[in-house]
């Protein structure tokens, strides 16, 4: 088909055949250890036979959990050596079919749990959690270094295991958010307070990275423009940081907003019915566009070609990125190729997420058979 979506980019160093790309979406699949199970190679096997052009993994967390509880959906986890080489069957098996693959890093920072920890969570400054009430500990300098370096060896880790690229969290209340929104970060040292100081810890980190990966390794990162909080981060701020991010050396942002703690329903917005309803992240993806050189991936209710292909020929956005139309469809993108171009089958109930801590990703708006549900 000869559309614009189908057209290969680059991001970095790195050649992507087309403009999809698999958002980062918890999958509950993994081991105790945070290693992938044959359910999660199955995953992303489907999705990359289905002509995904870029996967991105669920987060994979920068330190294990001591206490994390039997029964519950494990997270990902990159933090130690004996992890790189579980990667290579899963990274091959998606290269095989012409995809490629980055894993996703993240720490929850103040919306982490502290029965998971076995203490409070950390963050940049002692602000509640609205939903738990939880109180995180305000990190000291010592422990922003410790953070900082513990992503950047995750990173080599990454490289290592043979992953196409890196993404780091940036977004929905995760800590590298909690830096970034004024909300969150109420500090008066050097990383609080004014865009540059509140870009300091991402771009500390980002800069310590390239020095253990070289400049040519594809550093993506996935950021909030809009917190829909008061006093957090809005769209103006977001783009400054960005372009301070962007002179550290990241290759790539993906668009996003909304926390977990306080805005959750901005996220994942639920009843996306109509075209006006979707990609509703595309104003903010346009402001950053018209402000720095790198791609630039719009995730957010995506559904329809022709608006994805609108977004992507106006130069909003460089490429699109969906996580629940992947969970119904993984064979979506090779649909849309074959000429079928009817929209994304999600209704967008949000059952998928609703439901992941405690089962394997599925959709469950559909009847579950080995045809619709995925692993």
């Given amino acids: 088909m000869n559309s614009i979506l189908f057209k290969p980019a ?56 001591p206490y994390f509880p039997q029964g519950l959906s494990f997270p990902l986890a990159i933090d130690t050596d004996d992890k790189i080489d579980a990667w ?6 998606v290269h095989a079919s012409g995809a490629k693959i980055a894993m996703q890093l993240t720490s929850l920072g103040r919306q982490d749990m502290p029965e998971w920890r076995g203490e409070p969570p950390i963050a940049p400054s002692a602000v509640p959690v609205n939903e738990t009430g939880v109180v995180p500990r305000q990190m000291t300098i010592k422990d922003i270094e410790i953070v900082v370096e513990k992503f950047a060896q995750c990173c080599c880790r990454v490289k290592k295991a043979g992953f196409d690229a890196v993404q780091l969290h940036g977004a929905h209340g995760n800590l590298i958010n909690n830096f970034m929104s004024p909300y969150t970060n109420q500090r008066t040292d050097e990383y609080g307070g004014s865009i540059e100081n509140r870009a300091r810890f991402t771009t500390q980190i980002i800069k310590r990275t390239r020095e253990l990966v070289g400049p040519d390794y594809p550093l993506m990162l996935k950021m909030n423009f809009d917190d829909f909080i008061e006093g957090g981060l809005k769209c103006d701020d977001a783009v400054k940081i960005a372009k301070a991010i962007v002179q550290a050396g990241i290759d790539c942002i993906e668009v996003s907003g909304g926390t977990y703690s306080e805005s959750k329903e901005h996220i994942s917005v639920k009843g ?10 595309k104003d903010y993806a346009k402001a950053l566009k018209q402000e720095i050189s790198i791609p630039v991936v719009l995730v957010g209710g995506n559904r329809t070609f022709d608006v994805m292909e609108q977004i992507v020929g106006q130069g909003i956005a460089d490429f699109v990125s969906m996580s629940r139309p992947f969970i119904r469809e993984p064979e979506l993108i090779q649909r849309w190729q074959e000429g079928n171009l009817e929209k994304a089958q999600c209704i967008s109930c949000n059952q998928c997420f609703d439901k992941w801590i405690f089962n394997p990703l599925r959709c469950y708006a559909i009847a579950c058979d080995n045809d619709a549900a995925i692993g």
């Fill in 88 to 93: 290579q069957d899963t990274i091959d098996a």
């Fill in 272 to 281: 996306i019915k109509k075209q006006r309803d979707e990609s509703y992240f």
């Fill in 10 to 65: 680059i991001i970095g160093t790195l050649k992507i055949k087309n403009r999809f790309i698999r958002s980062a979406t918890m999958e509950g699949m993994s081991t105790p250890e945070g290693m992938p199970t044959p359910m999660l190679d199955n995953l992303y096997c489907k999705l990359a036979q289905g002509q995904v052009g870029l996967i991105v993994t669920s987060g994979a967390v920068i330190e294990a959990y």
